[in-house]
């Protein structure tokens, strides 16, 4: 019987890819490990390898197709025997067979340059405007990943001071891509591949903006970054106020913060609490790609040592992001996505998507909701949180991140005692579960929060349920 | 960063003392001492006194309760930081652990600002703020003054990448002690030095206990100077007790670095006399071992005995400079008892900028 080659899946979270190219035709003979296409995402090209033995029966899907769904059939082998014949109609993806392909190791030098990409959507809801931007002007849509390239981009032009170092940013072109073509650009002197050794880079980029640079530093992830903490928070954060204000730690650290997809437990974590405890670290972590570009230009900027959490799901998600020469955001400033009267809603980063789901049901539910997406988590805006809570009274915070002593812990007790006689119901959490993060695929959705919980949270706010 | 030809390496004993590392009371056979000049002798032991007397008056102020927290004292290991700063130029940056008033006194920092610091008062170099191990000088490139064991060798290896990104010849020296050289970020920054031959030279100041565990007992080998071998950054074991020594070392160590040929390490052998801190009795070591090294090696007597020997000076020479000395640590003394503690408001400053 003629075996089905399926569009392969490069990473847990991609969900379609382009087939870039064909290096069979239909009647070329293949032996495992012959490579047959390759395959782009907006991440990375790679190569598929035949498993089987046997001869190209038919190809389904020409090159340069893009948006190939993954586990859709994109080719038909024959094995001994067999002909183009015996290949009944084009069959249904089937997700659960095992495919005759395997993805090879990913390619160094990824041709494009960083995109959109359609495999993750952000939720359709229409944000107020960002009062932060002119009026009326001009937007494009552009991923998360392109405009946080963009702004290490520009500062890097504007100040030879600020560099980036991390592991696979320079060659590889970023683990993520974000840093995709900067190499090229600035050279090897200012985007700087390490040895996988977060302690002793992170000690040195510190050193390096004790002595006036102003160093980015690109952690694969931020699980990796508690190898650096000491340097982050004892190094870093603790420079100004140790020396009496003689000495700044100008600088970045940045990189994919929480869960991204089935990476179990060790390389899901939201570390945002844990940094917004530490006085002297800014803590940023925008939603938008608007936000993404306006913050860290505003972070590459700052005085002070700056923990900029992106997350990986994120990256390949668009947004509007105002065309200007020069767009930096203030640190510190929660947006106001939605006004409304009924209750204030407040999450950041990818947390947002939970909240603007949300949002989008129960105001179509007639409940007037007001979203705030903090943005900055260190210093906190609560001015905007406190205006908000003492119009609607009803709180419920969403975040990814564990519950015990979380961002929407440390709200909840601020709107207590500064808001206590404006509340008329508890403020509640909607968090990550109190659990290491599992890799079977149903216990990590459970372990995460979801849509159903934060409306749900909201009816009991509002004595609707 | 670009990478240059990895250099030979050149481990243990270089040249400089031809001693057994690791032998315990072997006195090494030295050839070539270098040569020191009269004005060397006196400055070496003018600013080796001055550490010593104001260490001693540290202790004693701590003892009088002037000074909290923890207090390291630098006594007995004068001619390391001596004898480096002797080789260096003002433009080179310096970094060491929480050990650190002998270092800010011999880049120049003000003996006042550096008292009222450890009295925890508005005059002190960070405004009272820092305490004994959180001092820092911009103008002297002197960078801390860090209290977390070996993250100032990560952070001193960051300077030197500063330099060499803009294009200076400036150099930094990074000081560790013994049990800093166990630490796994002293090898990852040693690999990332001799990757990109970043211009710092290591300067591990072997004073055989970390806290009160013996170099014997802590490490698998002990010849800290071959620490780097794996990286092929070359290193020296020095005589740390004769200041003489210290600086030939220096001289080359400072010299490989500043013409981009990379990291280097020097291990300088030498004493604490008094305990890891003040609160520390020491009971780990004998205290015939103590005074052996007080009565044979110690640094500030060697230097007097040759000046006398030599006759770049008599006994009213140095009772002057010893007076002149004394006069600057108590002046610092009464500064530091005298100044006001900061106002409650300095709690908010400096947070962020």
């Given at each position: 019987m003629p075996t089905d080659i399926l569009m392969p899946a490069l990473s847990p979270t991609m969900e379609e890819g382009t087939l870039a190219k064909w290096l069979v035709k239909e009647g070329d003979s293949v032996v495992p490990g012959d490579v047959i296409c390759e395959i782009e995402t907006d991440k990375a090209t790679m190569e598929v390898e035949s498993v089987e033995e046997g001869t190209i029966g038919k190809i389904l899907i020409s090159e340069g197709s893009e948006g190939v769904v993954v586990n859709s059939v994109i080719a038909v082998m024959l094995g001994e025997g067999e002909s183009a014949d015996d290949i009944s109609q084009v069959p249904a993806p089937v997700a659960a067979e095992p495919s005759a392909v395997q993805p090879q190791t990913?390619?160094?030098?990824?041709?494009?340059?960083p995109q959109k990409t359609s495999g993750a959507s952000a939720p359709v809801f229409s944000p107020a405007?960002?009062?932060?931007?002119?009026?009326g002007v001009e937007m494009v849509e552009m991923s998360v990943r392109q405009a946080l390239n963009e702004a290490m981009s520009e500062e890097m032009r504007a100040d030879d001071d600020v560099f980036l170092m991390g592991e696979e940013v320079a060659q590889y072109q970023g683990a993520y891509k974000i840093s995709q073509g900067m190499l090229a650009e600035f050279g090897e002197r200012r985007v700087i591949d390490t040895p996988i050794t977060e302690h002793g880079f992170t000690g040195i980029a510190v050193g390096a903006a004790f002595a006036g640079l102003k160093p980015i530093v690109e952690f694969m992830t931020f699980n990796f970054a508690m190898q650096a903490i000491d340097q982050i928070v004892n190094s870093a954060a603790k420079q100004l106020y140790m020396s009496g204000g003689q000495v700044q730690a100008p600088i970045v650290f940045r990189g994919a913060n929480g869960a991204a997809s089935r990476v179990g437990a060790q390389h899901s974590q939201d570390f945002t609490a844990w940094y917004a405890q530490v006085p002297g670290l800014t803590v940023i972590a925008p939603y938008s790609a608007a936000d993404a570009k306006g913050l860290l230009k505003a972070a590459i900027r700052s005085p002070n040592p700056v923990v900029f959490l992106e997350n990986e799901l994120m990256y390949g998600v668009s947004f509007d992001v105002p065309i200007m020469d020069d767009f930096v955001l203030p640190i510190g400033k929660a947006r106001m996505v939605r006004q409304g009267n009924d209750v204030t809603i407040v999450s950041f980063s990818i947390g947002m998507k939970y909240a603007t789901e949300a949002t989008e049901t129960l105001v179509s539910e007639g409940v007037d909701v007001e979203l705030i997406d903090l943005r900055t988590i260190r210093p906190l805006d609560m001015e905007t949180v406190l205006n908000s809570v003492k119009k609607t009274g009803r709180c419920v915070v969403v975040e990814e991140g564990w519950p015990q002593f979380s961002v929407g812990s440390e709200l909840s007790a601020r709107l207590m005692e500064q808001a206590f006689d404006y509340l008329d119901a508890p403020v509640m959490r909607i968090a990550g579960k109190d659990v290491p993060m599992p890799y079977a695929a149903n216990l990590e959705k459970l372990a995460l929060p979801s849509v159903d919980e934060v409306v749900a949270a909201v009816n009991a706010v509002t004595y609707r349920s | 960063m670009a990478r240059k030809n990895a250099t030979q390496a050149k481990t243990s004993a270089a040249g400089s003392t031809g001693k057994k590392v690791g032998g315990r009371k072997s006195s090494p056979a030295k050839p070539n001492v270098p040569e020191f000049s009269k004005g060397d002798e006196l400055r070496a032991y003018r600013e080796m006194l001055l550490i010593r007397r104001f260490e001693e008056k540290a202790g004693q102020m701590y003892g009088m309760g002037l000074i909290g927290g923890f207090c390291h004292l630098y006594i007995g290991q004068e001619a390391v930081v001596t004898g480096i700063n002797m080789a260096a130029r003002p433009d080179d940056a310096s970094i060491t652990s929480y050990r650190d008033h002998g270092h800010m006194l011999a880049v120049g920092m003000d003996p006042n600002g550096v008292m009222a610091e450890l009295t925890g008062r508005v005059d002190g170099l960070s405004k009272g703020k820092g305490g004994s191990m959180h001092m820092f000088s911009t103008e002297k490139r002197f960078y801390g003054g860090n209290g977390i064991v070996g993250a100032q060798v990560s952070l001193g290896t960051g300077l030197a990448f500063a330099a060499k990104y803009r294009g200076e010849d400036s150099v930094s020296l990074t000081y560790f002690g013994d049990g800093a050289s166990n630490q796994g970020q002293v090898y990852e920054s040693f690999n990332m030095a001799k990757l990109w031959d970043l211009p710092v030279v290591y300067i591990i100041e072997n004073n055989k206990y970390a806290m009160g565990t013996s170099l014997e007992r802590s490490s698998a080998l002990t010849n800290l100077a071959n620490r780097g071998a794996s990286f092929n950054i070359p290193g020296e074991t020095v005589d740390g007790m004769d200041v003489r020594y210290v600086r030939d070392a220096a001289e080359r160590a400072i010299n490989h670095a500043r013409t981009g040929k990379g990291p280097y390490i020097l291990e300088m052998k030498t004493y604490r006399y008094r305990g890891h801190s003040m609160s520390d009795p020491a009971k780990y070591r004998s205290k015939d071992e103590v005074q052996a090294m007080r009565s044979e090696r110690d640094p500030i007597e060697q230097v007097k005995q040759r000046i006398l020997d030599k006759k770049h000076g008599n006994i009213d020479d140095l009772k002057q400079i010893e007076k002149e000395v004394r006069a600057i640590v108590t002046k610092a003394a009464d500064f530091a008892t005298n100044s006001p503690e900061p106002d409650p408001s300095e709690l908010w400053t400096d947070i962020t900028i």
């Open positions: 990913e390619e160094a030098a990824p041709k494009t340059s405007a960002d009062p932060d931007l002119p009026e | -």
